[in-house]
């Protein structure tokens, strides 16, 4: 292990990677607070300074996977299709297997010049977590309960609301499988598939088609295409977020067919079997990677960009001047309560980061998909 490799493998680095992403997140939520009188002013400006704003937080975790870790970030494409990717509105459609999933899209966002207004279906409860959760509030995520009852107008009207959406290229991303595939989970969604006499899949959990539906429905004529996306990792890595914090480089391969949403049928059921048919698709090309090491089509990838780890070095500086001030000061005073106030805090703070990270972890995952009725969320 060389000594940089070493270095990163210490607590010390991580404990201030944390600090650094947690403070200046709530710097950055307190000031999207701020900007909430300017919506009543012009709704359209606060939104582009919010996209600015969550670039901030969410580039941190980008510059940490692409330059701390140095994970190789590979994208299989048509090249026809990858002079419009960053330049349109888009539905994208993502396995959802893995616990760094979210980030590998972050970055490919980040490398067309999109990360700060992309957008996702995700769990009313990931609201709550601090810094990306509040943030995700500014930036008009739209969140599901996992209730169709409940979703089905909550999901349309806050669609309906991203149809005037200021920057114009963005996109959505959409995990139809619902939850992280674990084997539990499959072995009842493939028992929903026969139930349906829907073909078994041997690496995806059975696509939920409401949600789908429904975002097709109400993004049509805004979003251009549909990006069907398919991600795995070479030599079967499994990628976690404390890996990225260790730094451990990763290889991730990303497979994009860009799909025109006017093939998309309108008819619900229709769109449902449109839906099954592409995730029967997706199995076949991650049985193609798992046999070769490889997706179909040519390698056109992005390189990565200079800004995050801008942006990561500006907020460090920022954020870790007045700590070292603070620290000084507290060694010179002596004053053993103030030191070990300051130590107890610390402590909170790492306990709170590490359930943070934990919200990436797939042991920790929900119980949705478990019961055949899927009305067990958590
Ligand atoms: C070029 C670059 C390209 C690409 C770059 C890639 C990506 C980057 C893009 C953007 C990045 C942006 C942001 C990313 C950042 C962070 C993301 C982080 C996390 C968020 C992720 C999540 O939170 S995922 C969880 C939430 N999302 C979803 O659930 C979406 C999918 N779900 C749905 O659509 C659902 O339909 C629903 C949520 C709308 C409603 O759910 P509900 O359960 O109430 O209803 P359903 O209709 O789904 O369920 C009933 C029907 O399902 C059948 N059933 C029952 N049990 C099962 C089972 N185990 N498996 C499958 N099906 C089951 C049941 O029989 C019912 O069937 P019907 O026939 O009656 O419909
Ligand atoms: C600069 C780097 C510093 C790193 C500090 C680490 C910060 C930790 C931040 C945690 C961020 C939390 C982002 C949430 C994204 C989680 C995505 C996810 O995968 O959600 C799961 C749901 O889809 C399905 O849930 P389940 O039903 O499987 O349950």
């Known amino acids: 292990m060389g ?45 582009k300074i919010n996209i600015r704003l969550a670039y901030c937080i969410a580039s941190q975790m980008v510059a940490a996977l692409e330059w701390w870790s140095g994970t190789e970030c590979t994208l299989y494409t048509d090249p026809k299709s990858y002079p419009l990717y960053g330049k349109e509105n888009a539905v994208v459609i993502l396995n959802h297997s893995f616990e760094i999933d979210f980030l590998c899209g972050w970055t490919f ?31 008009e995520i739209v969140f599901c309960k996992r209730k169709w009852e409940e979703d089905r107008t909550t999901v349309a009207q806050s669609l309906q609301k991203l149809r005037d959406y200021p920057e114009n290229y963005w996109k959505f991303l959409l995990y139809c499988e619902g939850t992280r595939f674990t084997p539990k989970k499959h072995q009842f969604s493939m028992q929903v598939a026969e139930s349906k006499g829907l073909p078994k899949l041997k690496y995806h959990l059975l696509p939920r088609t409401k949600g789908f539906y429904v975002t097709v429905q109400n993004l049509r004529g805004t979003a251009a295409a549909i990006y069907d996306s398919t991600l795995n990792f070479r030599n079967n890595e499994v990628p976690t977020l404390l890996g990225i914090l260790n730094g451990k480089k990763y290889h991730a391969d990303l497979y994009v067919r860009r799909i025109p949403l006017e093939s998309v049928p309108e008819d619900e059921a229709e769109c449902a079997a449109w839906l099954h048919k592409l995730y029967q698709e997706k199995d076949g090309f991650q049985e193609q990677y798992a046999q070769t090491g490889r997706f179909p089509g040519p390698i056109v ?7 995050s780890l801008i942006n990561w070095l500006f907020w460090s500086c920022v ?13 010179s005073s002596g004053a053993v309560l103030t030191i070990a106030a300051a130590v107890v805090v610390c402590s909170a703070v790492s306990m709170g980061m590490r359930w943070m990270i934990g919200q990436t972890e797939i042991d920790k995952s929900s119980n949705y998909g478990i019961k055949a009725t899927a009305l067990n969320n958590n």
């Open 301 to 307: 990838s992005p390189p990565r960009r200079p800004w």
């Open 3 to 47: 000594l940089l490799q070493f270095l990163k493998s210490q607590f010390l680095c991580h404990l201030i990677m944390c600090y650094v992403f947690l403070v200046s997140g709530l710097i950055v939520n307190l000031i999207q607070i701020c900007t909430l009188p300017l919506w009543l002013v012009s709704k359209q400006l606060a939104r």
């Open 109 to 139: 966002c980040e490398r067309f010049g999109v990360l700060g207004s992309s957008k996702v279906l995700a769990k009313k409860e990931l609201a709550y977590v601090p810094v990306i959760g509040w943030m995700w509030y500014f930036l």
């Open 319 to 331: 954020v870790l001047y007045p700590l070292g001030l603070l620290i000084a000061q507290l060694l």
